[in-house]
């Protein structure tokens, strides 16, 4: 006979995945909300630039159809992070900058309906968004799709660079607007939006979104270094293994399996972590305004970790 203990102790993570899994059908958009399971990570292809009379691509007549979400399970639209250009990119070639910043925000503008302009933050893009609501599911989405982005009230900023060429870089910022706005404002009905609006400030109330450090603020990046340290040491106290990818602000954990890498990226979303992955290693921010300590992100990931098995998700290590 199983100990009482144990019974409990299980009786009570079924009821925490339950909550897990309600909470990510609630992100997602309905279509997705009884199938994302079965969703698979394979890509479509990319589509071809389309030039209109102007001679400049028309981003408005490129896609009839689109990828599965990345959130849904389905192929994140870059399969490395995209980052913006550091300051000192941009003070090298000034012009060529102002010229691929003008070219997303037209790009943007086509693509999506929003209205975009350059940043006064360097490196960024700006997207006005109709609400806070959808600034913060974008946010969540976009992040899955490996594209560098932040939130500055009912904005979103995405990256740029002078370096950025017209049909991969570029061509990216545009492409995962336009996917991630088609889910949503194609996809997701009023009171849907409601609903994941309730969803989201319930679990800001638990604990503050973490997400990774984008600050003009040198004394947040340069703790960087030292708390993802940190972090790497935590994680693989855990008996976890942390991958060899570079990135200042975000740390990734190797688990050898795709769909467990899908899992645990979605499930840290449900969380309140942005989260992203590249092939089977799954990313966690580092956080040195809301997680100086790095603790909170460890403990979300322990307490993922201890429900994979009875959400049947494969471990590899």
């Not at 409990?8 to 897990?20: F, M, P």
């Not at 972090?231 to 060899?244: A, C, H």
Request: net charge neutral; hydrophobic share 40%; proline share 6%.
């Amino acid at each position: 006979m199983e100990p009482q203990g144990l019974k409990k102790s299980r009786g009570a993570d079924r009821t925490r995945l339950e909550a897990l899994n309600q909470r990510v059908r609630t992100l997602l958009p309905e279509q997705y909300q009884d199938s994302y399971e079965d969703v698979q990570p394979v890509s479509m292809g990319s589509a071809a630039l389309k030039y209109g009379p102007d001679g400049k691509v028309a981003w408005n007549k490129m896609w009839g159809s689109f990828c599965d979400l990345a959130m849904a399970g389905g192929p994140p639209h870059k399969g490395t992070l995209l980052e913006p250009a550091t300051q000192e990119e941009i003070n090298a070639e000034p012009d060529k900058y102002r010229q691929v910043a003008e070219e997303i925000c037209r790009g943007i503008e086509l693509a999506s309906g929003l209205s975009a302009e350059p940043s006064p933050n360097s490196g960024w893009i700006r997207v006005a968004c109709v609400n806070k609501v959808t600034a913060e599911w974008l946010l969540r989405a976009i992040t899955m799709e490996n594209v560098s982005v932040r939130r500055e009230g009912t904005n979103v900023e995405l990256p740029a660079g002078p370096f950025y060429r017209l049909e991969k870089e570029i061509k990216n910022v545009i492409t995962v607007t336009a996917k991630t706005c088609h889910y949503w404002f194609g996809h997701t009905s009023l009171p849907q939006r409601y609903t994941i609006r309730d969803l989201l400030a319930a679990m800001d109330q638990q604990s503050p979104l973490l997400r990774p450090a984008w600050s003009r603020d040198g004394l947040v990046s340069a703790a960087l270094p030292a708390l993802k340290a940190k972090i790497d040491e935590m994680i693989k106290s855990t008996g976890l293994r942390t991958s060899n990818h570079q990135y200042s602000a975000w740390l990734g954990i190797e688990c050898g399996d795709i769909p467990f890498a899908i899992w645990m990226m979605r499930s840290l979303v449900a969380s309140n972590v942005l989260s992203r992955r590249e092939g089977t290693a799954y990313f966690v921010p580092v956080d040195p305004v809301r997680d100086p300590d790095g603790e909170a992100v460890v403990r979300v990931v322990s307490q993922l970790n201890a429900l994979t098995r009875i959400a049947g998700v494969s471990k590899t290590r």
